[in-house]
Structures are given as C-alpha cells and as structure tokens.
C-alpha cells in the first residue's frame, strides 16, 4: 500500500477528535516511514479489517472467565492502585503511606518488587474455572501500569520473569488453559501509561514533604546502590514528556482516554514499542481473542498501531487455521468498527438484541483484587451472575467474568463458593447457554421496561429493574426453545406471553416442554394470555433462575 492510499483509507476513518488540538498528532500517522503487516486478506484499514466475522466457536462458548491480575493486586485495595496512590488525600494514596510509606521514596516500581505470587496455581484455579462451565479464559497481560507480565524483549527489564514472580506469567496461563481444553486470551492495557501515569510526576501540594516529586521521573541514575540498579524507571513509568492538559485534575485521564481533550500525544517510538511488544504476545504465546482496553484500537486516532495490530492478529490466525478464528475486542465503537472486531461492554449491557456478537464484562469484585470486599463480603452472588449472562446471551452476546485473584496469586474462599455455585447451575441449566442463538425477542417482564441507556463504555450494569418470575429471557438451537425464568414462582406457575394461544411468535404448535437439569417433562397449557406452565412439584436446587426446554 503506497502512502497516498493510506492517507486516504486513514483519512476516512479519522474521527473529529482528530480535528483542532490533535490534528498535527493525527498527522503523524501519515509522515510515519511504513506500515508492516503480515501477508494476507486484511490490511491496516478499517475499510479493510470490515470484513470480519466473528468465528463460530467464539458465538458458541458464550462464557469466558478473566484473570485481571498484576503487581497492582499486591496491596489487596482495588483497581487502579498505581494511579490513585499519587493522587495526595485519595485513599489509595492514605492507604500507600501506611502500608508502604510515600510516594516519593516507595512508589509503584517498589510494589512490583514486593509481588512475588508465592500461592499462584494456574493448573488448579483453570481447572476449577472449567468445572465452572467457561469456555474461554483471559488472562492480563499488562495493564495501564506499563508491566508486561510475559517475557518481552521490549520491555525487557520490567517484566514478570525479571521482576516481582519472576516468573512468566502468560505462559503460565497459558499452559494451563491448554491443558483444560479452554481458549485462550489476552488483555492489553498499556498503550494508556503515557498519560495514565502521569499523577507519578506530581508532589504533595501540602504538609511535610510538600514539593518533594514523587518517584515518576527517577532515571537510571537515580538508582545506584538501590535495589533497582540498573534499571531505567523510565521503561516503565514514560513520563520522559510535559504533562496533559488538566492533569493535576484527578478525573483528567477518563476524559483523555480517546487521545483528545488535551491528552499529552505519545511519541512515535512509544508507540512503535508498543506495537513491538504486543506483536511478540501474539507471535509467542499464540492468544485466540486479545481484549483492548481502548476506545476502538490501542492509540487511535494518534497512531496507526491499532489497526496494524488487528490485521497482524487477523492474519496470523489465517496462517495458523486456514481460516480466521481470532476474536478482537474493542470498546465504544461507531457502527463501522463494530463490523471490524467484537464490541465489548464493560460492566453493562444491550437493551436489544444485537446484529453482531458483542460481549459483556464484568467482575465479582474490583477490577484488581481489593480485601475489602471480601470482608464486607459484597461480591456478586452467583445468582445474580447467572442472571447477568442469560440476560447477555438472549441478546447475541457473550460473557466474560473476572474472578479477581489475590496478590500471591489465589482466590479466597468468597470467590471460590461463587464459581462453584456457578458451575453448578451451568450443569443444571447449560444447554440454553451453549450454541444458542437468540430468538426472535430477548425476553419479556418488567426488567425489559425503562432499560438504562448505555454511557460511554457501558457501566448501566444493576441499573435496571430487579427481576421477577415474570422476567424470562430467550434463546434457541435447533427446533428448541428455551426460556430462563429469572426469579421462581412461589405458586408454582410460569406464564409466558410471548407464546400465548396464536402468537406470531410461534410458527408450530409446542410439543413439550422439560426442565433442564432433570428433564422432567411438564404439563402447559395455551390461553389468550399466556402459555402456563405448571412447575410446582419440580422446584430445583438452585430456583433462582432456572430454564425450560420448549419443543
């Protein structure tokens, strides 16, 4: 592709935050020396990367599990600790002091080295997570904290196998996936640490060491004669450049998260490095879907490497399968890109169901393990994460979970009964989960009434009505229905309008109707208002939710 036809195809898909503040960033992705890619049917271009389909085996899985684990779980005290413990008052920043001591002589490098993952048993939690009925598992591969957790030759020094576990941690994981049978993924997050980070670059604005810069600029020279000798803080933290717009705002770096809104712009060899490392995950560890944690593609609209990464990863797969069997996730999509990878909803949901799969997000927890939930003991329950995923499923989706995962690298007792439960119902309730489709509508009940609009990335999770027995969600495969009745009815009876006597819904005549779990077959009855169904003397262990086979 020559540098006009490139301009052109970027040109086309150059959103308007690429106008006014970033336009010379924007710009750059056109001086830039060449683009690479692998050979093959898809090339750097959204225009290109449109011809996506989603792989069969990907619809069929529906549920995922995610490992979101790094040295930012060593404190136990919730997500973004590498960020918020430079943000003076914060709690994360209180909690660092006491813990730790401040941020400017132990920062975030310090905590890396104190994660040493000494209880981490990838074969026995992907075993467990197996028995729970997921199909995928994704593991963190690095987040917004600059961290790989592999072996990289790019971020050679701060990296799992050099640092902290000394150990490589995606091969780990893996390894055990493998092992399981389960598909494996990736989570990239780090194309966010040059601005991300910069809360590193402050200093106290008041008490005692007022002034004093936190640890955000250290250099290689700063090190000698500390445990860190040798090492360039520099590799990790990026912040080798003046500051964002706004940036002492603590809530800056959300709204800069689409590179605009006077977003600091990364360099091109920040970004070429970036490009570097996640060629060498894919290229060493062989991930099926890799999830970005970006709006569309890591460092759009400033760089082209997003879209080089996709049709790397495309590619490749085509390379390995004969077909293309890699699955990308990407988050706020227009109705384009949405046709170039799978949009993803962090913690949140479609009110409808979707043309194309999409995938929902969600953890138990914190994002990154935080111990006081679990002393609260305000985890998800595992009805409520059933719920969510039949819900997701009845609308084209699938669901991915993360069970956070202790600094040593195990999951408390909390976490472990949760799976568990879930394991259980899914051997109960999973064969209206699996390679289904959705029906000809989601659902019915009051839960399906006033929906709360999607923002941004999603986040309208628990913001809908609770469920009733009157909430039923839908999905099909082959000549079956099935209907998963969200909460259980006390007199025993489930009405269902939408096969009422005559609807257009139903194009034959129901033949049966089972219980998944024992089989046993019900009796039913038609009227104007409702199919009923008389369930009464068959309550199920878990009768939460639970779900009927219609034939």
Same mark, same amino acid.
């Given at each position: 592709m020559n540098r006009r036809d490139l301009i052109k195809q970027l040109a086309i898909g150059v959103p308007a935050l690429a106008l006014g503040k970033n336009l010379n960033a924007a710009q750059n992705i056109f001086n830039a020396p060449g683009i690479g890619y692998l050979p093959g049917p898809f090339k750097p271009t959204w225009e290109s990367l449109s011809a996506y389909k989603t792989p069969d085996w990907f619809r069929n899985a529906k549920f995922g599990i995610w490992a979101h684990w790094g040295p930012q779980c060593e404190p136990e005290y919730g997500d973004w600790y590498a960020q918020e413990m430079y943000m003076e008052g914060s709690k994360k920043y209180k909690y660092h002091l006491e813990k730790y001591g401040h941020p400017s002589k132990f920062g975030f490098k310090d905590v890396i080295n104190e994660w040493k993952a000494d209880q981490w048993n990838p074969e026995e939690l992907l075993s467990l997570y197996k028995k729970a009925g997921a199909k995928y598992f994704m593991a963190l591969a690095n987040h917004h904290d600059n961290f790989d957790l592999y072996k990289s030759t790019y971020q050679k020094k701060w990296n799992s196998t050099q640092i902290g576990p000394k150990?490589?941690?995606?091969?780990?994981?893996?390894?055990?996936?493998?092992?399981?049978?389960?598909?494996?993924?990736?989570?990239?997050?780090?194309?966010?640490?040059?601005?991300?980070?910069?809360?590193?670059?402050?200093a106290d604005l008041k008490g005692d060491l007022a002034g004093v810069p936190y640890d955000g600029k250290l250099t290689a020279a700063d090190g000698k004669g500390k445990w860190w000798d040798g090492l360039n803080p520099q590799d990790l933290y990026a912040q080798n450049h003046p500051l964002s717009e706004d940036s002492q705002d603590n809530d800056a770096s959300g709204k800069q998260w689409d590179w605009g809104?006077?977003?600091?712009?990364?360099?091109?060899?920040?970004?070429?490095?970036?490009?570097?490392?996640?060629?060498?995950?894919?290229?060493?560890?062989?991930?099926?879907?890799?999830?970005?944690?970006?709006?569309?593609?890591?460092?759009?609209?400033?760089?082209?490497?997003?879209? &080089?990464?996709?049709?790397?990863?495309?590619?490749?797969? !085509?390379?390995?399968?004969?077909?293309?069997?890699?699955?990308?996730?990407?988050?706020?999509?227009?109705?384009?890109?949405?046709?170039?990878?799978?949009?993803? !909803? +962090?913690?949140?949901?479609?009110?409808?169901? +979707?043309?194309?799969?999409?995938?929902?997000?969600?953890?138990?927890?914190?994002?990154?393990?935080? &111990?006081?939930?679990?002393?609260?003991?305000?985890?998800?329950?595992?009805?409520?994460?059933?719920?969510?995923?039949?819900? @997701?499923?009845?609308?084209?989706?699938?669901?991915?979970?993360? !069970?956070?995962? &202790?600094? #040593?690298?195990?999951?408390? +007792?909390?976490? &472990?009964?949760? @799976?568990?439960? @879930?394991?259980?119902?899914? *051997?109960?309730?999973?064969?209206?989960?699996?390679?289904?489709?959705?029906w000809k509508v989601f659902g019915e009940g009051p839960s399906t009434e006033n929906n709360q609009a999607l923002k941004d990335q999603g986040f309208n999770e628990g913001k809908s009505k609770p469920f009733t027995p009157e909430d039923i969600r839908f999905t099909t495969k082959g000549n079956a229905i099935y209907a998963v009745v969200m909460a259980w009815p006390e007199n025993g009876i489930v009405q269902i309008k939408s096969m009422k006597q005559g609807s257009s819904y139903l194009e034959k005549a129901i033949?049966?109707?089972?219980?998944?779990?024992?089989? *046993?077959?019900?009796?039913?009855? *038609?009227?104007? #208002?409702y199919l009923e169904i008389d369930i009464k003397d068959y309550k199920p262990k878990l009768a939460y939710t639970f779900a009927l086979k219609i034939v």
């Open positions: 150990k490589d941690i995606i091969k780990g994981w893996e390894k055990a996936a493998r092992a399981n049978g389960m598909y494996f993924g990736v989570s990239v997050h780090a194309a966010h640490a040059w601005t991300w980070l910069e809360t590193a670059q402050r809104n006077g977003a600091a712009i990364p360099s091109k060899a920040y970004c070429e490095k970036f490009y570097n490392r996640t060629v060498e995950l894919i290229d060493n560890y062989g991930p099926d879907l890799i999830y970005f944690d970006d709006t569309a593609l890591p460092l759009w609209p400033v760089s082209d490497v997003g879209l &080089r990464l996709a049709s790397y990863m495309y590619n490749k797969s !085509i390379q390995k399968n004969n077909e293309l069997e890699a699955v990308i996730f990407g988050k706020i999509l227009d109705k384009q890109q949405r046709k170039c990878m799978v949009w993803d !909803i +962090e913690r949140g949901h479609s009110n409808e169901i +979707e043309p194309l799969p999409w995938q929902a997000d969600t953890c138990i927890g914190s994002w990154h393990y935080d &111990r006081t939930i679990y002393n609260k003991k305000s985890y998800k329950s595992a009805k409520t994460v059933v719920q969510i995923m039949a819900d @997701v499923v009845s609308k084209n989706g699938n669901f991915l979970l993360s !069970i956070p995962v &202790r600094g #040593n690298g195990s999951i408390d +007792e909390l976490e &472990r009964a949760i @799976v568990e439960e @879930v394991g259980e119902w899914m *051997q109960a309730n999973s064969d209206a989960i699996y390679d289904t489709r959705p033949s049966s109707i089972g219980l998944l779990g024992t089989g *046993q077959n019900l009796s039913f009855k *038609q009227n104007e #208002n």
